[in-house]
């Protein structure tokens, strides 16, 4: 049972469009939300995340849209470019511990020159 | 990557036998985890640690045990290994009071 459901589950993007992942969530107690990005052989790293109480967070080129009442968050990832591709982690926990970290099933982003 | 170290980065082992996967980071953070990556399921934690000799089990702790003796060591161990445990395990570790996981780059076993 995910606690956390993400789509798409592959995306292909061309150079300069828009990709666009997806997360729900059931928990409202959920109260921070975080994105992942993992390039091949490497493990995930923290890109970009947002808390509750605001509904658009951006850094650079990519942007989370939170939307509480619906319980979704999706990430959106500008001007994308080949170096972009990668697999995309949306994850959520409760409070400020990791051990309640739950993260979707993954998205891989392909950018095609 | 944040000072954390996993060994061995690659290992096959077959049915049964028992299997040991070491990550030591120098970051001398508090909390320290284990994760295994599986395609459609995406992370899922199998044990973690709040400081030494204090551990609790995750998501999917059954077939592993962990054991943390020192603050920068934190030991995962398959005893019995089976070909469901094939997988790319994941360290990470956290500092008291945040929630930013760091990853190490991972450990792939195959069981066979």
């Known amino acids: 049972q995910q606690q956390v459901k993400q789509s798409p589950q592959s995306l292909i993007v061309q150079k300069g469009g828009i990709s666009i992942i997806n997360c729900a969530y059931e928990?409202?107690?959920?109260?921070?939300f975080p994105w992942y990005q993992q390039f091949p052989g490497k493990g995930p790293a923290l890109l970009i995340a947002i808390r509750p109480d605001v509904s658009e967070k951006k850094e650079g080129r990519f942007t989370i849209s939170f939307n509480k009442s619906a319980k979704q968050f999706s990430l959106h990832i500008m001007d994308s470019q080949p170096g972009d591709s990668a697999t995309y982690f949306c994850?959520?926990?409760?409070?400020?511990?990791?051990?309640?970290?739950?993260f979707g099933a993954g998205t891989i982003l392909r950018v095609k020159s | 990557d944040a000072g954390i170290t996993q060994s061995p980065r690659h290992k096959v082992t077959e049915t049964g036998t028992p299997v040991t996967l070491r990550c030591h980071q120098t970051?001398?953070?508090?909390?320290m985890y284990w994760y295994r990556q599986d395609p459609g399921h995406g992370l899922r934690l199998i044990h973690y640690s709040y400081g030494v000799k204090d551990t609790d089990k995750g998501e999917v702790s059954d077939g592993y045990s962990v054991s943390r003796s020192k603050t920068e060591d934190f030991l995962l161990t398959l005893e019995s290994a089976t070909s469901s445990q094939t997988s790319v395990y994941f360290c990470?570790?956290?500092?008291?009071?945040?929630?930013?996981?760091?990853f190490g780059e991972g450990s792939w076993l195959t069981v066979v």
């Open positions: 928990n409202t107690a959920f109260d921070y």
């Open positions: 990470a570790i956290s500092a008291e009071g945040g929630n930013t996981i760091y």
């Open positions: 970051e001398n953070h508090r909390y």
């Open positions: 994850a959520a926990s409760i409070g400020e511990y990791g051990n309640k970290l739950v």
